[in-house]
């Protein structure tokens, strides 16, 4: 199992005023699995994504990714695997506005150890043509192309999307999704998408539901549907 995480707990407050945001957590999730975590707005979703990408540590629980227990990482090999293994994309794209396309990009591309090519990068989500533009000259559905561009130009292991359609209209967020794929497709990267619009969730190969904290069902999705074709 790529990623399996087992009893994981993560509260917040003291005494009556204690809040689980992970109880129990169990889950496990295979390599080169587009998994889709869908649940309510204070589900816990935002939470187990953090602790899945090292940016926040359980109060109780064991993280195995690849074979390595991160659950018991210092905040060296924390920051290192957060350097090296995942790569993040959120909901309003965090891209460094007085940089271009392509030097958001490269900033990321300079300091990882095994990068991949960039101009395949921006050949693969159709950016070859706004390398010179600032996000300000870009759509919704360009910055979020972008932020995914230099979310995986590191070459990681696990791509980690919040919300990722959410700022987005419905013809952007259906041609994110189809990029999503494809670097899925070409790239044998492990995609974990945060959400809580359950029609996402037809695109993917294993759906997790959260609710209060708690995994509530962990299914493989035997009908899958194309990005091209979901209704949103």
């Known amino acids: 199992m790529f990623i399996r995480l087992q009893d994981g707990v993560k509260k917040y407050g003291q005494g009556d005023a204690q809040v689980y945001a992970m109880d129990k957590v169990r889950l496990d999730i295979e390599k080169g699995e587009i998994c889709v975590i869908l649940g309510p707005s204070g589900s816990g979703k935002s939470t187990l994504l953090n602790m899945l990408g090292g940016i926040d540590s359980m109060d109780s629980g064991e993280l195995l990714v690849d074979g390595k227990k991160v659950s018991g990482f210092s905040l060296k090999e924390l920051t290192e695997y957060r350097r090296t293994d995942v790569g993040f994309v959120f909901q309003f794209y965090n891209l460094i506005q007085d940089l271009t396309v392509m030097e958001n990009i490269q900033v990321v591309s300079d300091i990882a150890p095994n990068p991949l090519p960039i101009l395949s990068v921006l050949d693969s989500l159709g950016l070859q043509t706004l390398v010179h533009r600032f996000p300000t000259e870009l759509s919704g559905g360009q910055q979020q192309r972008t932020a995914i561009a230099r979310a995986i130009i590191k070459n990681p292991k696990i791509l980690l999307c ?15 999704l189809q990029y999503i794929e494809k670097v899925n497709e070409t790239l044998g990267m492990t995609i974990l998408i945060i ?4 029609a996402i969730s037809k695109i993917a190969d294993r759906v997790i539901q959260i609710r209060d904290g708690k995994v509530i069902s962990n299914t493989i999705n035997d009908v899958k549907v194309r990005a091209e074709d979901l209704v949103l």
Do not use: C, I, P, Y
């Open 162 to 176: 919040d919300e990722l359609t959410g700022a987005l209209d419905s013809k952007a967020s259906k041609e994110v």
């Open 195 to 198: 959400t809580h619009n359950a």
